[in-house]
């Protein structure tokens, strides 16, 4: 597949989370061995968000990022999930309305490169496997660091390019060949799972990606490698 761009990345991204919302959440965790959840919580841990707190998760998906971040807010605290996808948004409600969290949570059908709230809004900003599928990247980490209020962090959690000699070639033998395989027996379709090795090939390698948040001018970029390099944790402060 060319490397699809603006507009076309867009559309191409909404077909194939509509495609798998439904079973997004099991093969997650199946495809990633059950790490995500260990990866969404080491991620939150360096928003530095405390009880009482405002939260924006952008590129929610299915919510899984907003709970957890629901339940370090407590009762006093605010979490707001945007996502440009009505079925992907479908399935987080869902998922919410099992937890003791939905009052506290909010879920906001919008474009993570033109947020909807005002300047210094949140304490926070996390984005989780969604900074990979944003046609502008850039434009979205700006946007990210604009909601946030003076002092608050914008952290990504997105898949990540290992460098371990041997680890690599394993890593890419699964990412390229069996990964669209069990995806494709998950939701019965080919298409939505070879997008992610397509998508990791055009996404920048994480010295990039931290460069990208000095551009959108957040200070003391750094990141974390998280089990061998699969994914990368960035963290950035306004």
Sequence with gaps: MAKLKGKDKEAHVQSVFAAIARRYDLLNTVLSFNQDRYWRRFSIR???LKAGGKA???CCGTGMMVIAEAEIV????????LDFSPPMLSVAAENIAKTPYSERIELIEG???ALP???DAFDCATIA?????VPDILQTLTEMRRVVRPGGRVVSLELAKPSAPVFKQLYYLYFEHLLPLLGKLGVGREGPYRWLPESLKAYPHQKEIRDLFERAGLKEAHFFELTGGITAVH???K
Excluded: I
């Excluded at 407590?74 to 999930?81: D, L």
């Excluded at 496997?129 to 599928?133: S, T």
């Design 46 to 48: 360096q928003t530095g």
């Design 56 to 58: 924006l998760d952008v």
């Design 74 to 81: 407590g009762p006093n605290g605010h979490v707001t999930g």
């Design 111 to 113: 474009n993570a490169m």
């Design 117 to 119: 709230f005002a300047d």
């Design 129 to 133: 496997f969604g900074l990979r599928n």
């Design 235 to 237: 963290v950035g402060t």
